[in-house]
């Protein structure tokens, strides 16, 4: 009963990362976006882009510690968790 109930919240909070992984990663498309906007201009604005380009820096190290943490919860192999491998003990 309690395997049960750890492997379910286990694949809740892959779930949730993943969610918040691909939220992170269209904030990035959108900041790039931006920072070639910015880049357009006549003249350019470059501090515009440096900001764009920090808040690019910003969201890919969220990003990083996001997924580090959520394979440290359950390592993904082919989509799916390894049953056992989050401290099931």
Same mark, same amino acid.
């Given at each position: 009963?309690?395997?049960?109930?750890?492997?379910?919240? +286990? /694949?809740?909070? +892959? *779930?949730? #990362?993943?969610? @918040?992984? $691909?939220?992170? @990663?269209?904030?990035?498309? !959108? *900041?790039? +976006?931006?920072?070639? !906007?910015?880049?357009? #201009?006549?003249?350019?604005?470059? @501090?515009?882009? #440096?900001?764009?380009?920090?808040?690019?820096?910003?969201?890919? !190290? $969220? @990003? =990083?510690?996001? $997924?580090? !943490? /959520?394979? =440290?919860? /359950?390592? +993904? #192999? =082919?989509?799916?968790?390894? $049953?056992?491998?989050?401290? =099931?003990?």
């Amino acid at each position: 009963m309690f395997a049960f109930a750890a492997e379910a919240a +286990i /694949a809740l909070e +892959i *779930t949730r #990362r993943e969610r @918040q992984l $691909r939220e992170l @990663q269209m904030q990035l498309a !959108h *900041t790039n +976006i931006a920072a070639l !906007h910015f880049l357009d #201009r006549n003249p350019p604005d470059l @501090q515009e882009v #440096r900001e764009a380009l920090a808040a690019v820096k910003d969201a890919d !190290h $969220r @990003q =990083s510690n996001a $997924r580090a !943490h /959520a394979e =440290s919860v /359950a390592p +993904i #192999r =082919s989509g799916r968790y390894e $049953r056992g491998s989050a401290g =099931s003990d």
